[in-house]
């Protein structure tokens, strides 16, 4: 079940066996609500009793059958006055990061009780949404409940004379671009007719000559194909039906270039001519008429966050180099996703909770050979591209596109798909199989241990169906990582399949040379600082195993800080335990440091280890004291967790000395 995050666009199928493990316990909330999993302080979600026939899968079918926005599928321009009058049970409206949705049939089907979804009726709910499951796809749950946009307009009367000047009151609805007079015109810049745009049941707005728009209100996702860049699929944009659709970016996306000093010699490995030239992102200035009256109709975007930051590009016979300067210490290959679809190619730098990208239709053409290296601080950035037309100078990087220079939050950003080509599969258990699946030639990806991806494929009733799975090292020998996995052009998915499942038989299906949509990794989660433990107790079950791989071998291969590892692996039967020889190997290896515990609740007549579900006397003897530098990592199935959570804090555990993935 991949990480065990729960949540997601369709009902996580759970191994009824491994839900046994915890028993009929009374346990605690997980996560606990002062938790380090709970980024910025997230309330715990109490689930309730439904009524026969209101679970996530009846929700599915019943949405993809019918129109439940009540406007007739005709998408509206909604003001907060317009939303706070369908506060009511049996009228329920609500708005998400600048998107109103007609909630009224969902009440009955909501984990939590219609109670709670009545919190954010009326008005904008993005913060509540946030505080308890921000990682739901809401977007896809609610998709034929849409109403439209959340539509704002900001008022400043005229100063009279004398009188202080006063600028527009702030209005917080959701995601909101900065205000700018209406007379201000904004260039455009037309997607590259190279590139891959599939909608995933999102309609793109678009600008009145049909190129796509900055706008949010309807994200798209970008898939790059893995047949060299050829497009997928290129959805129709539908034209946008309201005059509030004027304004499209409040920027204007081809800034003004500023010189920045020429690259150090260290830098440019090589003697031919070079040629340069920078690009300074920072706030734009204030409309020379911001305090005069006016009447602004701004829509929903991703929040820009301003903080100046820029990028270089120069230039040899052979190839460009675009080199972007970030004042921060300590980046990695991690901290990069790149993406090249012809001539379309775009950086994403992850900086923490924030991502800042560089979007460009370059002018000449490149191959897929991409180099990424950085300063030795790790706060410089240079992504070095090959020419296609070795000799030919270029007279500039290319055209913007999109977000192009800026920097917003990570949590925020429209989720992007690239097809992928399943190149190898391993029967890794009876029902569990590993997939070596391999990024378009134009990707780069390096998925930090422990984070995970979304995968999405066709299910047959239900339309597009997504989880997400945590990404594992192809084996737990360093010697044997491929180099695909060092170059960041592969993923190793361990996926179990669930013959009643909604996605898995689907996946389970998958053979080599088969496509498989795969995401960025999620961001926004934040894994506490490993590195200040000394001792690290794993508690994981079944498939919530996945993380374990990666971040123990991260953890063994660092010397500069010793850590002691306990693994509690809980499965039903020997059978169903994932890469025992491969354990077993790397606990002789490290055997100081490494403890690797098994425990089945279904053992056969030989089996000599532990047995049982989670309890306390079953770990209390190996778990690590409770203590400032001690971590407790959990993943599993949700009673698992909960059960977990309880010994844990039994053995006195308190809830900055767990995680829960």
Known sequence: ???????CAITTVTNTTNDEMSGN????????????????????????????????????????????SGTGGRLQNVTPEELAKHDKEGDVWTAIRGKVYNVTAYAEYHPGGADELMRAAGKDGTDLF??????????????????????????????????????????????????????????????????????????????????????????VTMIQDNTGGIPVTIAAPETAQDECDTVDNPWPINPKPSKAPFPDAASVQE????????????????????????????????TVTREALRYDWFQSDKHVTIVVYTKRKGLTRENVILDKIGREFQLCLILGEQQYSVHVELEGEVTDKINVSFGASGSKLDVKLTKVDAGRKWAGLGSPLDMDGRLVSAGDCVRKYRACLVESRTEVTHDTVLFCVRLPPGSRMWVPAGHHVYVCGEVSG??????PYTPVPSSL?????????????????????????????????????????????????????????????????????????????????????KVDITVFFFNKQERDVLWREQLEELEQRHAERLKVI??????????????????????????PAPGPVTMAMVCGPIQFNQAAVKVLQEMGYQDSMYYGF
């Open 271 to 302: 003697k031919d001519s070079i040629s340069h030239e920078s690009v300074t992102v920072s706030p734009p200035e204030a409309a020379p008429n911001e305090e005069d009256a006016m009447d602004i109709s701004v829509n929903a975007v991703p």
């Open 130 to 219: 946030n505080e308890v499951h921000r990682w739901v796809n809401y977007e896809s749950m609610l998709e034929s409940c849409l109403v439209g946009r959340l539509r704002t307009t900001l008022h400043a009367a005229p100063n009279s004379a004398g009188a202080p000047k006063r600028k527009p009151p702030k209005v917080q609805t959701g995601f909101l671009k900065p205000p700018l007079p209406s007379t201000l015109k904004l260039p455009q810049a037309p997607l590259p007719s190279t590139s891959s745009v599939e909608n995933t049941g999102r309609k793109p707005s678009t600008s009145s000559e049909g190129k796509l728009g900055n706008s949010s209100e309807r994200p």
């Open 1 to 7: 079940m991949g990480c065990g995050r729960v949540g």
């Open 598 to 623: 098994h425990v089945l609740s279904d053992p056969g007549r030989e089996w000599t280890g532990r047995t049982g579900r989670i309890r306390r006397e079953v770990v209390e003897n190996d778990l």
């Open 462 to 467: 239900f339309g597009q169906v997504e989880r």
């Open 25 to 68: 316990l009374g346990v605690p909330a997980f996560p606990a609500l002062a938790s380090p999993q709970r980024a910025g302080g997230g309330k715990s979600r109490n689930k309730v009793a439904l009524k026969p026939g209101r679970s996530l899968m009846d929700w599915i079918r019943l949405s993809k059958s019918k129109d439940l």
């Open 477 to 561: 020998s360093p010697a044997q990582v491929g180099p695909g996995e060092e170059q960041g052009v592969v993923l190793y998915l361990m996926i179990k399949v669930y013959t009643q499942g909604a996605l898995t038989p689907v996946l389970g299906a998958l053979q080599p040379g088969d496509r498989l949509d795969v995401s960025d990794y999620d961001t926004t989660l934040a894994l506490p600082p490993l590195v200040n433990f000394t001792s690290i107790a794993f508690l994981v079950a079944g498939t919530g195993f996945t993380p374990v791989p990666g971040l123990v071998t991260w953890l063994l291969s660092r010397d500069d800080r």
